[in-house]
């Protein structure tokens, strides 16, 4: 499932390690708090602030860590334009890793709300997106909106049970040197699917960036292709043999594509060796 929104790579972003304010938001991602949709919206289209959601889910008790809103050429549109928050619940936050909910929205109808599953690993600073072993949300401008988003909310943050079970099971499995290579071999055709040959090599991408990660697991695995491909800065050739380093994966939209894509591909490799 593609997600609703595309954001640029240089889009205004802000992640904290503590909740952040409304003031902190609305600084990022003022379209967060519109509370009128964009003039181009005809009567039938519902029209709930998301800081009306962001409020009501804070009661709940989940709290935002990371907002972003994508950039716009149109000036009128700034105030309505696609935004991102990752929230994260206390009962979801655990030792080196916490569970967040990915909420999507637009006041000016070119996204429906859409919340994603995702996890946040602290040693890397860097969030990975589930599969479909999560719920996933999306939610029209039509009817009670809000309640539908918090209904949606629990939702997802049930079906963590499953993702961490899923982790879990990946840890559980070992890979050898040939299977990790595939591995990594078919990560690279996911983040360079349109550059042949792609500009690094499998064991590069496999190569740890801490020695805690230096492990045969699959979830160990995982965690080091992961990081590589988005983090970026991998020595490198062009297609015309210049000397390079790859690019980190900056792109909102981009970066949950290709999170979401690994984690199936990993979790996929787990089912086959059960």
């Known amino acids: 499932m593609q997600l609703a929104s595309r954001f640029a ?27 009128a949709p ?14 009306t959601v962001l409020k009501e889910l804070r009661n709940e008790g989940f709290q935002p860590f990371m907002v972003c809103q994508t950039r716009v050429r149109q000036d009128d549109r700034r105030d309505y334009t696609k935004h991102m928050i990752r929230l994260r619940h206390p009962s979801q936050i655990n030792g080196d890793e916490a569970n967040e909910i990915i909420l999507l929205n637009s006041h000016d109808g070119s996204s429906s709300y859409q919340m994603l599953a995702g996890m946040f690993r602290f ?10 072993t999560v719920a ?11 309640a539908q988003v918090i209904e949606g909310a629990y939702e997802v943050l049930h079906g963590f049970d499953r993702a961490q079970q899923s ?3 990946m840890r559980a499995v070992t890979l050898n040197t040939g299977e990790s290579e595939v591995f990594a071999r078919a990560a690279l055709a996911l983040r360079y699917d349109e550059v042949k040959p792609a500009p690094v090599t499998e064991r590069q991408i496999l190569l740890p960036r801490r020695a805690d990660d230096n492990l045969a697991d699959l979830w160990s ?49 787990r089912k086959m060796k059960a």
């Open 136 to 146: 996933d949300m999306r939610v029209s401008h039509k009817g009670n909106v809000a």
């Open 123 to 132: 040693v890397c600073e860097n969030g990975l997106v589930c599969g479909d």
């Open 221 to 269: 695995v995982f965690n080091r292709v992961q990081e590589n491909l988005i983090k970026g800065g991998l020595r490198a050739r062009s297609v015309n043999g210049r000397r390079q380093n790859t690019r980190a994966v900056q792109g909102i939209d981009t970066g949950i594509r290709l999170n979401r894509a690994l984690w199936l591909l990993a979790d996929g490799l």
């Open 38 to 51: 964009h003039h181009s919206r005809s009567d039938r289209y519902s029209h709930i602030p998301t800081a």
């Open 167 to 169: 982790r879990d099971a």
């Open 9 to 35: 790579s240089a889009s205004p972003v802000l992640r904290s390690r503590h909740p952040l304010s409304d003031n902190q938001i609305r600084a990022v991602a003022p379209s967060i708090f519109a509370q």
